[in-house]
């Protein structure tokens, strides 16, 4: 079966043709028959880049590839096909939750005139009244989140509001906001209305936590939130590991980052349900072991063998009982 056919190339439009459409139109969809990973597309490039969704243990807007579609094989050479009965449909018919979320890395949420402005959170360590330049919004859960810096790739820092009273200062993840994985959070949207604002505008007769100094030190040292604890985490240099194609075995090792190869993240996000997933990172563990994250990065994925510490701290911060974990 061919997978794009020239009736659908013409139906779809180009890429970052439906960027403002809040619940943009699905043209085509594609599904690997041995498991349950779907794509659908909204957007093509003319020769090979799709942006729409792709569900696998939960859906999520991306970009994906026509030939990495074409040239993946499953279980006794079995390939990628497309729906035929699948007709052109709004993604809120996929999932409702959807709607809100026509988002990638550099569209929706974060986009990058935003991005380029603010500053990194090391920036800030002289700063005691910082400007939040942007502000998401959990209508839902009468949730806010105050951005006054971003490492630019991952970690957003500021300040987190609950029911118009209680702020905290925190890191907080850009893939998680975008994801929505908790159940009911309801779609995070970004306040278009929102004017840029110094941080005493914000917290004025408010309960907040002391504003944290933000040395590299006690960002590391930080386990105040999970968003703190996973840039912890995940922080450290990675080491180079000579890994051929194929399921590299798990670290022994701890509080070491290691390079590893998609095979094995693949391998290990599959082998069972995960016990702890945010935005592009998870946990794998067996029996009673401590955790090994696993997390994708600008192309790149690693590992991180945990400590019983890290192990319990990570399932008390994700709100995880420690049986469950293990």
């Known amino acids: 079966m061919e997978l794009l056919t020239s009736d659908i190339r013409k139906r779809l439009p180009k890429l970052y043709a439906t960027t403002s459409d809040r619940d943009p139109v699905l043209h085509v969809k594609f599904f690997a028959p041995w498991s349950r990973r779907t794509w659908w597309a909204s957007e093509f490039d003319g020769r090979d880049i799709f942006y729409g969704l792709h569900e696998r243990f939960g859906t999520e807007w991306c970009f994906f590839s026509l030939k990495e579609l074409e040239t993946t094989r499953g ?14 449909d709004f993604a809120s018919r996929v999932d409702s939750r959807l709607i809100a979320q026509n988002r990638s890395r550099r569209r929706g949420l974060l986009p990058d005139e935003i991005r380029q402005r603010l500053p990194k959170p090391v920036q800030l360590n ?9 502000k998401f919004v959990a209508p839902s859960e009468s949730r806010a989140w105050y951005v006054s810096a971003f490492d630019g790739d991952e970690w957003l820092y500021g300040v987190i509001e609950d029911d118009g009273r209680w702020l905290s200062w925190s890191y907080f993840s850009l893939s998680e906001l975008e994801s929505n994985p ?12 929102f004017q840029p604002k110094l941080a005493s505008e914000i917290i004025r007769d408010k ?26 985490l995940t922080a450290t240099e990675p080491v180079p590991i000579a890994t051929e194609a194929g399921i590299a075995r798990l670290p022994r090792e701890t509080g070491v980052v290691f390079e590893t190869n998609e095979d094995t993240y693949d391998h290990f996000l599959d082998a069972l349900p995960v016990p702890f997933m945010h935005g592009n990172l998870f946990s794998f563990a067996e029996g009673f072991d401590p ?10 994925y690693f590992m991180r063998r945990l400590t019983e510490e890290e192990t319990e701290a990570l399932c008390r911060l994700a709100n995880i009982p420690r049986a469950v974990c293990t």
């Open 75 to 88: 279980p006794e050479g079995l390939c990628i096909v497309r729906d035929p009965d699948f007709i052109s």
């Open 126 to 134: 002289d700063d005691t009244n910082p400007i939040f330049l942007v």
């Open 182 to 193: 908790a159940p009911n959070f309801g779609p995070v949207e970004r306040d278009f209305e």
């Open 207 to 232: 309960h907040v936590t002391n504003y944290p100094a933000q040395s590299v030190s006690e960002v590391n040292g930080s386990t105040a939130s999970l968003g703190s604890l996973l840039k912890q």
């Open 291 to 300: 955790h090994t994250l696993f997390f994708r990065r600008g192309g790149q």
